[in-house]
């Protein structure tokens, strides 16, 4: 993405054919170079973000490898009821070791708490 600090208002003209060019300043201030391929992307009425394709696809897989690394919602409350439940295990239980009986007392008295 190019935010131009260097580079404040430029009008573009459109030609015929709806080509237009863009200054020289204006390629140097985004990285553009002679040949790379631009995308853009319209992110409001009237407003365009304009980006190399290389720097777009980039993007794209930052944010699908950040979405795939990070926990769902779903994901971490589960994660955090099963360890209030072992936690509550052992707190309800210090003088028995984690044995089948003292596993289903556990297990009552949970279910009787969290109402499952």
Known sequence: MCYCTTVSIIELNVKEKGRTVLPVELQKACGFKPGDTLVVEEISEGRFIVETRERKIQSLWELAVASQSSPSTKDLLRKR???EKDRFERL????YSSTTESNKRGAALLAAVFGE
């Open 81 to 83: 009821s099963e360890d």
């Open 92 to 95: 309800s239980n210090p003088t």
